[in-house]
């Protein structure tokens, strides 16, 4: 029985110690047939970005030891004129993963030492006396991690044109995860120093490098040529999810999971499967997440559980979703009850512009695996997809960051204690607990701007209450107008209206006078006809006010 691959990314090690491997290896006749240059292949994490490149190094590295061995049983032996290839090229294989540091000196320092590993790893070429003098002295010098910027700047073009003099062959270029460093950058304050360095590296690597036989990059995101890859317009070809090629190499297909499945001769349902950690697609193809697949079928006594969204700490997620405004957050709203919405999608990221427009946010979600494409509208060259939340194990990540706006600023006790207030009619409680997380959230929303906090409270409602609730929000008025609606599925509990006002100081309201127009709207707009359509009698009807972080709660009568 062969072992389960799980954390396993090296492709030598992956065949060689018995491990189970899902046939990829024609990932590289499709990289051999790209008349491209350069090629970048965003994908979501986790979905085998690391174990194809390694696929790729051992294919088409010149080594001592012969390695076609590793392809003997695979796919691509059956393309005699492509294995003719195999092992004929120097190759440089680099990794960004752990590139990630909270300021950029030690960034700076990590890639020095990034760099330094790797000419340690071509060493041999001094050792030889290949080098001329000069070449050398550069050579060490960045070996000792002891360059400037300059210099450093140049170190990968370098190493391309000494590799390629030493073996009388063009290099192929590898980076995997190359986005990982700019994300930190992002993160921490740093963004424009890791953007110049990596435009200036890459770009000198990639860019007119008559040493380069082919360049292949992957990472989570495509960032913006302007930012990055400028110059590169004529001679990098860009495959995101949303594109058909390579998307059958990246990701487990239906077939593929029922063999995994088969093969560890595990009984299951192939609906409960998909709803768990099916619905990504690429191009064409429909994909399940290889990371949960292999960790399901190694836990499946244990049922259902979310493992790729626990794999890393969804910092960014969560903060892009935190700093987003009342558009998406109304959005979010519709995703969360598994409706879909539609909109624009920009391939090019620009990481220091995603809080400045929801579209931003939605093209940031997608390409990051944390939204799927059901349809995709071309026009005018632009692209309208129409999405949906891709399964129940990222819904589970969208429901613990909707959470945590509260648990961060209430504690967990008291947060259930105010909506078993809210269901239960102990309005007095609910009010007094309401009133102290709206002073606390501060830190997470712009109290001036009570929508997002409102959208906010929406949402946390919806998620908490969602196994014995339906939640309904009403918003074709604009918010002053909303209502929220909670509808137990048990038609002997309460139901609850909710209507929010904001004092308009404008108007010169107080608390007293929009809580007033709250509860008048709801008498005139009679709200509890739904509820009582759908037999639910036992109703309780509120009016909320806010006015900066004061908030007044009052029941009809």
């Known amino acids: ?54 696929i790729l190094k051992y ?17 691509i032996n059956k393309f005699k004129e492509i294995m003719n290839i ?52 550069y050579f060490n010098k960045v070996l000792n991690r002891d360059v400037d910027m300059v210099d450093l700047y140049q170190s990968l073009k370098m190493l391309t044109q000494y590799l390629y003099e030493y073996h009388n062959e063009n290099t192929i270029v590898l980076i995997d995860e190359y986005d990982v460093p700019i994300q930190s950058g992002y993160l921490d ?16 690597a990639l860019k007119d490098n008559e040493y380069l036989k082919r360049g292949v990059l992957t990472g989570i995101l495509r960032i913006a040529k302007e930012s990055i890859f400028s110059g590169l317009n004529n001679n990098l070809h860009v495959c995101t999810i949303l594109k058909n090629h390579y998307t059958k190499h990246f990701g487990f297909s239906e077939e593929e999971v029922k063999d995994i499945l088969k093969y560890y001769d595990i009984e299951y349902k192939i609906d409960d499967i998909k709803k768990w950690y099916n619905g990504y697609i690429f191009g064409d193809n429909v994909i399940y997440n290889p990371w949960s697949i292999l960790n399901y079928v190694k836990n499946h006594k244990d049922g259902f559980r979310p493992y790729w969204i626990n794999t890393s700490s969804n910092d960014l997620v969560k903060i892009v979703l935190t700093k987003a405004g009342e ?22 990221i620009v990481m220091k512009d995603i809080e400045n427009g929801a579209e931003n946010v939605w093209s940031f979600l997608l390409f990051s695996g944390y939204l799927k494409v059901i349809n995709e509208d071309l026009r005018m060259g632009r692209s ?39 269901i239960t009619g102990d309005i007095e ?14 830190s997470y929303f712009d109290i001036e701007e009570n929508e997002k906090f409102y959208h ?33 599925k048990d038609k002997n509990k309460l139901g609850v209206i909710i209507e929010f006002k904001k004092v308009s100081k404008r108007r010169k309201e107080t608390l007293e006078i929009a809580v007033d127009k709250a509860i008048t709207q709801i008498k005139d707009r009679n709200y509890r006809q739904e509820l009582l359509e759908r037999g639910i009698n036992n109703i309780i009807e509120l009016g909320i006010a806010f006015e900066g972080k004061e908030v007044l709660v009052k029941q009809v009568n």
């Open 1 to 54: 029985m062969k072992k389960l691959p799980i954390g396993i990314s090296d492709f030598k090690e992956l065949i060689t110690d018995n491990y189970y491997y899902v046939d990829k290896s024609l990932f590289i006749k499709e990289i051999v047939d790209d008349g491209s240059k350069v090629i970048l292949i965003p994908r979501p994490r986790r979905f085998g970005k690391t174990l194809n490149m390694s």
């Open 384 to 422: 309208f997809c129409t999405l949906e939340i891709p399964n129940l194990e990222v819904k589970y990540l969208y429901e613990e960051i909707i959470m945590s706006w509260f648990k961060e600023s209430i504690n967990n006790e008291k947060f259930n204690y105010m909506l078993k207030s809210l």
């Open 59 to 75: 294919f088409f590295e010149k080594t001592e030891e012969d390695n076609k061995y590793l392809f003997e049983n695979l796919k």
């Open 86 to 137: 195999q092992g004929k090229y120097p190759v440089i294989y680099i990794t960004f993963k752990d590139i990630k540091f909270s300021n950029w000196e030690d960034c700076n320092n990590g890639i020095k030492r990034l760099i330094g590993s790797l000419y340690e790893k071509h060493s041999y070429l001094v050792k030889e006396e290949f080098l001329s003098e000069l070449q050398k002295k």
């Open 189 to 204: 304050n740093y963004y424009d120093k890791i953007i110049e360095f990596m435009r200036i590296f890459l770009s000198s």
């Open 327 to 348: 558009t998406v957050k109304k959005e979010l709203e519709d995703l969360i009850q598994e409706k879909t919405i539609v909109k624009q999608i920009n391939e090019d």
């Open 456 to 488: 906010a409270f929406v949402l946390g409602i919806l998620v908490a209450l969602n196994e014995e609730y339906e939640v309904k929000s009403n918003r074709e008025s604009g918010y002053g107008r909303y209502d929220i609606m909670v509808i137990p």
């Open 429 to 442: 409680i609910f009010e007094e607990i309401l009133s102290e997380y709206l002073i606390k959230s501060a």
